[in-house]
């Protein structure tokens, strides 16, 4: 794409695998995210602040390097908070200190998010021990995009070696119910799935 000139024509093949669901209730909104995981935050927020719904969104990262857009996030009319492992910006310490609190604030909640996956493992946790729901969206290197290549495949809830349950990313993704991934296992993509390919 870095070659391409102005007037340039490109084929396109889209739009491919699943997005966030939001739910219309009542519950708060909390997104979190980190890196580039907050990209397809600003549309998700976007998308929930058109529907009339309050934003809060939680920014983690090692460092003020990894916390992006704050002020357009904030252009929206999302409410930030931002935690970072250095103190460097924001708050210091990890971003799910920071959803535990809201959590307590507001225990009827709908959880978002997208980042590095030791990040989701640990929100995972959180949203499992109180029973809320949780969506996150995976970064995987992909190729084809349509579920061919199953070079973007996720471990899913309940597999084994006995019965595998692979997921491919792309396609039954990038957005996933929490519950619907094998988090015990420590997800991991890129795993490849020889036989029976994904669900
Ligand atoms: S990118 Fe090829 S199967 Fe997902």
Redesign the pocket.
């Known amino acids: 794409m870095s070659e391409l000139h102005v007037g340039d024509r490109v084929e396109l093949l889209g739009p491919l695998g699943r997005g966030f669901t939001v739910a219309d209730t009542a519950c708060a909104k909390l997104l979190v995210g980190g890196g580039i995981g907050l990209v397809p935050l600003f549309l998700l927020a976007e998308a929930l602040i058109a529907k009339g719904h309050k934003v809060r969104l939680l920014m983690g990262g090692r460092s003020r390097d990894d916390i992006l857009a704050v002020t357009e996030f904030e252009r929206l009319g999302v409410e930030t908070y931002v935690s970072t492992d250095d103190g460097s910006l924001g708050e210091a310490g990890i971003v799910t200190r920071v959803l535990e609190r809201k959590l307590d604030k507001y225990p009827c909640a709908e959880v978002y998010a997208c980042g590095p996956m030791p990040m989701l493992a640990a929100v995972e946790q959180v949203c499992a021990t109180r029973n809320v729901p949780l969506q996150v969206s995976l970064e995987?290197?992909?190729?084809?995009?349509?579920?061919?290549?199953?070079?973007?495949?996720v471990k899913g809830a309940g597999h084994s070696d006995q019965a595998p349950n692979y997921l491919?990313?792309?396609?039954e993704g990038p957005v996933f119910d929490a519950k619907e991934l094998d988090w015990g296992r420590a997800v991991a993509t890129g795993a490849g799935c020889p036989e029976g390919g994904?669900r």
């Open positions: 995987a290197h992909m190729a084809c995009g349509v579920g061919a290549c199953l070079g973007c495949v491919c990313t792309c396609k994904c």
